[in-house]
């Protein structure tokens, strides 16, 4: 039925338009899968945990906010 119905509107189109039109249904498909892929993909990742880092060491050198030898003559 919607095949039909289809055929009688692509009738009267341009072989450009029916290029067009088929390009489009490509991407409907497309869209379609990868939606489903991406979505079954996300309720398989693994959640991330707060505070997950907060045991590591984290340091800056004692000079970090000196500046540079090289952009002295700048500042």
Excluded: H
Excluded at 38 to 52: M, V, Y
Aim: charged share 35%; with cysteine; aromatic share 10%.
């Amino acid at each position: 039925m919607a095949s039909d119905i289809l055929q009688k509107e692509v009738a009267g189109l341009s072989e450009a338009d029916i290029g067009l039109l088929i390009d489009f249904a490509r991407y409907l498909k497309y869209r379609m899968n990868n939606t489903a892929s991406k979505s079954r993909a996300e309720s398989e990742r693994k959640k991330r945990k707060i505070g997950f880092i907060s045991d590591a060491f984290v340091s800056i050198a004692s000079d970090f906010d000196d500046t540079p030898e090289c952009m002295r003559d700048y500042v």
